[in-house]
């Protein structure tokens, strides 16, 4: 038998008579198809076998012809250039990163005239500056204490502040702790206090510190301004009580949800011996509020003097309405 016979039993003929062989040996349906698809598969593994095998081939081939070729060009130039050439595939990375460089440092001289640099607008802002808590003993085992305040940050506010007033004993026993809030307004001073405190031990000391700050640079920050009148102080009979009557006023076009008033009372040595606050709510813009505050264990001959201060949290978006006034010609009041 020639070559081309053995080949076409190899491939065609062989492996049908051995399909027809097993044909016979295999009566189950199940187990001749499960024959069928594993002849299939190791025929068709074979011929991809023999295709890579074909290609592994060329492509070993087609280096081997590469290699001969770059071979024979670098043999046939000059040995300077060769030396030249190698000199110049060592320097070229270097030079890249020293090209770079160079250009990096070019472009920064002439365009650092327009740069726009940003740095914080504060780092350091100063703490809080509480005085010494002043207690004071109002008798029938009450007390009030107040600290005074100050923030020296020129242009720095905080909107909200927490505290902690705490009370001790004569024998430095803690007796008391109360927490608080306020806010701070740039380079304010203010009066922190607690109007009415019970104990039955003698409170002897007080101290007051406040929580960490956070502190911003408003870039604006609504100007209100609260006054009040000089305050009316008298006794009353029914029920009995001294008494500070006035009047603070809202010279500003906002409405304001909360005002806060302070009131001091001042004895015959000039010194505080009263302290109270409270809450005026809703102020109209350019309006004016009564106030009547009390006084049980205060006479008239006892109290010299009262100052009242008026205050409001400007940082808060929330306490401040801007009015809309109307401005047609029948509100003109000019005419």
């Known amino acids: ?44 593994m074979a011929n991809w076998k023999d295709i890579f095998q074909v290609k592994k081939q060329s492509i070993e081939l087609d280096l081997k012809e590469s290699e001969f070729f770059l071979g024979n060009f670098w043999s046939k130039l000059s040995k300077l250039f060769r030396v030249t050439f190698i000199i110049f595939i060592l320097l070229i990375i270097p030079g890249y990163f020293l090209a770079k460089l160079a250009g990096q440092k070019i472009g920064d001289s002439y365009f650092k005239k327009d740069l726009i640099s940003s740095h914080a607008s504060f780092n350091n802002p100063t703490p809080l500056s509480p005085e010494k808590v002043r207690i004071l003993n109002l008798g029938n085992n009450e007390f009030a204490a107040y600290s005074q305040v100050t923030n020296s940050n020129l242009d ?12 001790y004993s004569t024998t430095g026993r803690l007796v008391q702790a109360i927490p608080g809030k306020t806010f701070f ?7 922190i206090m607690v109007p009415r405190l019970e104990s039955v031990e003698p409170i002897g000391s ?17 100007e209100v301004h609260l006054s009040t009148t000089p305050p009316n102080l008298y006794e009353q ?16 076009p906002y409405s304001l949800s909360t005002v806060r008033l302070t009131f001091l009372l001042y004895g015959q040595t000039g010194q505080i011996i009263a302290v109270s606050q409270r809450d005026e709510f809703n102020l109209p813009p350019f309006g004016r509020r009564a106030y009547k505050q009390f006084w049980n264990n205060f006479d008239s001959n006892s109290v010299t003097r009262a100052q009242i201060f008026a205050e409001t949290n400007t940082l808060d978006s929330k306490n401040l309405t801007l009015q809309n006034f109307e401005t047609s010609p029948s509100s003109n009041l000019s005419r």
């Open 1 to 44: 038998m020639d070559t081309t016979g053995q080949a076409l039993w190899g491939s065609t003929i062989l492996p049908f008579a051995l399909l027809a062989f097993h044909l016979f040996q295999y009566t189950k349906k199940g187990e001749f198809l499960l024959y069928c698809k594993l002849a299939i598969i190791q025929k068709i």
């Open 156 to 167: 720095l506010s905080a909107g909200t502040a927490n505290y902690k007033f705490s009370f």
């Open 185 to 191: 307004l740039p380079n304010q001073k203010k009066y």
């Open 206 to 222: 007080g101290n007051l510190e406040f929580s960490k700050m956070t502190w911003q640079k408003k870039l604006s920050i609504p």
């Open 237 to 252: 009979s029914e029920p009995a009580a001294f008494v500070a009557e006035g009047s603070v006023l809202n010279d500003s």
